[in-house]
C-alpha cells in the first residue's frame, strides 16, 4: 500500500503557482524561503515534474504545473471552505427536509405562518411534522428530529439546547350546546364536570398528578376523569360532542378550539412555558438557526394575536357563550 501524500503539500503549491517565485510563496504562507525551498523540493519528487523553472530571474511553470494550477487552486477554496466557519447561506436555493416534533395543536395554530414563511423565503424546504406520542427525548437524540417543542422537565436530557418560544396557560372547553357553557364555571361547578384528560405515556397514575390536579388538591377538589386520551386534539373532539370538559393549554390549541367555548380556569393554576429543544451538532448550522429564530418569531407574533385576552374569555367561540 502506498503511502497517504502530505496534503499540506497542495497549499503550497498554490502558493508557489500563484505567486510564481520561492519568496513569494514563502511571505504568503508566512514561512522562511529555506522551508519554502524544501517544500518546492518535495513537491517535485511527489509529482515527478520539476513544475516551476527558472528562465533568466524569473520562474516559469511547466505544462504540468499550469496543468495543476485550476485544479490546485480550485481544491485550496474547498479546503478552506470546510475549515471555515459556515456563513449565511442562499435560503433561497436550499434544499432540505426538516423535521419538526411536536404535541397535537401546535402544527394546527403555528404551522400556517411558518409554511407560508418557508413558501417564500425557503421554497426548497420541505416540513415534516412528527407526532409527540411519548415524552422521552430519543429521536432527537438520534438525529432523526431537528427541533422539538414542549415543556422542559426533569426527564429532558440536560445536554439538549433550548429556547423557550412562548408562555402559556390553561383554559377548559366544552361544546356551545353545554348544559354549563351559559357562563365561566365556579370552582364547584368545574370538579362537578365529568373531564377529558390528557396523557401521553402509560403512567396514567403521574400524569393526574399534574399542575391541574394540584392545584386543585390544595384546595380540598379532585376532577372526575372519566376518559384518558392521548393527545390534546382527541380531548377536544369528545369535548366537542359530548359533555365532557377538556382542560388543555390556551395558545397551544388556539385553533383546535375555535368552535369551542373556551374559558379560564375559576381557580389559580400556574403557567407554563413552551420551549424548543435541539441536539448540539445543529447548533451552529445556518439553515437550523434560521429555523429557529422563524419559529420564534411566528410564535411571538401568533400570541400577541391571540384574541380574547381578558381573563374569563380566551377564544372567539367564547363570545358565543356568554
Given at each position: 500500500m502506498s503511502a497517504r501524500p502530505d496534503y499540506n503539500l497542495l497549499i503550497t503549491l498554490d502558493a508557489l503557482l500563484k505567486e510564481g517565485s520561492v519568496l513569494g510563496a514563502a511571505n504568503r504562507l508566512q514561512l522562511s524561503p529555506s522551508a519554502m525551498s524544501r517544500s518546492l523540493a518535495r513537491l517535485r519528487e511527489t509529482t515527478g515534474d520539476p513544475l516551476l523553472v527558472r528562465t533568466g530571474r524569473k520562474l516559469v511553470p511547466t505544462p504540468r504545473a499550469v496543468e495543476l494550477s485550476q485544479i490546485t487552486a480550485q481544491l485550496v477554496d474547498e479546503i478552506e471552505a470546510a475549515l471555515s466557519p459556515r456563513q449565511d447561506i442562499d435560503l433561497k436555493s436550499v434544499s432540505r427536509v426538516f423535521t419538526l416534533r411536536s404535541s397535537d395543536g401546535f402544527v394546527e395554530t403555528f404551522g400556517p405562518?411558518?409554511?407560508?414563511?418557508?413558501?417564500t423565503e425557503a421554497p426548497g424546504v420541505q416540513l415534516r411534522?412528527?407526532?409527540?406520542?411519548?415524552?422521552?427525548?430519543?429521536?432527537?437524540?438520534?438525529?432523526?428530529?431537528?427541533?422539538?417543542?414542549?415543556?422542559?422537565?426533569?426527564?429532558?436530557?440536560?445536554?439538549?439546547?433550548?429556547?423557550?418560544?412562548?408562555?402559556?396557560?390553561?383554559?377548559?372547553?366544552?361544546?356551545p350546546g353545554h348544559p354549563c357553557a351559559a357562563s365561566p364555571l365556579t370552582t364547584a361547578q368545574y370538579v362537578s364536570c365529568e373531564h377529558v384528560d390528557v396523557a401521553r405515556h402509560a403512567d396514567v397514575d403521574n400524569q393526574r398528578r399534574g399542575p391541574i390536579n394540584a392545584a386543585l388538591a390544595d384546595l380540598?377538589?379532585?376532577?372526575?376523569?372519566?376518559?384518558?386520551?392521548?393527545?390534546?386534539?382527541?380531548?377536544?373532539?369528545?369535548?366537542?360532542?359530548?359533555?365532557?370538559?377538556?382542560?388543555?393549554?390556551?395558545?397551544h390549541t388556539r385553533n383546535?378550539?375555535?368552535?369551542?367555548?373556551?374559558?379560564?380556569?375559576?381557580?389559580?393554576?400556574?403557567?407554563?412555558?413552551?420551549?424548543?429543544?435541539?441536539?448540539?451538532?445543529?447548533?451552529?448550522d445556518p439553515l437550523h438557526r434560521w429555523m429557529r429564530?422563524?419559529?420564534?418569531?411566528?410564535?411571538?407574533?401568533?400570541?400577541?394575536?391571540?384574541?380574547?385576552?381578558?381573563?374569563?374569555?380566551?377564544?372567539?367561540a367564547a363570545v358565543k357563550c356568554r
Open positions: 405562518k411558518l409554511i407560508a414563511r418557508l413558501a411534522f412528527v407526532q409527540k406520542e411519548a415524552d422521552n427525548n430519543r429521536p432527537l437524540r438520534d438525529g432523526n428530529v431537528d427541533i422539538e417543542t414542549g415543556v422542559i422537565s426533569e426527564n429532558t436530557d440536560p445536554n439538549f439546547q433550548s429556547q423557550a418560544l412562548l408562555k402559556d396557560h390553561f383554559v377548559y372547553a366544552m361544546r380540598g377538589h379532585q376532577s372526575r376523569v372519566k376518559v384518558v386520551v392521548g393527545g390534546f386534539a382527541a380531548a377536544l373532539s369528545l369535548a366537542r360532542c359530548t359533555d365532557l370538559v377538556a382542560t388543555v393549554p390556551a395558545h383546535l378550539r375555535r368552535d369551542l367555548c373556551s374559558h379560564a380556569l375559576p381557580f389559580a393554576v400556574p403557567g407554563i412555558t413552551v420551549s424548543m429543544l435541539w441536539h448540539p451538532r445543529f447548533d451552529a429564530a422563524t419559529l420564534r418569531e411566528i410564535c411571538a407574533q401568533t400570541t400577541q394575536e391571540a384574541p380574547g385576552r381578558s381573563p374569563d374569555m380566551t377564544s372567539d
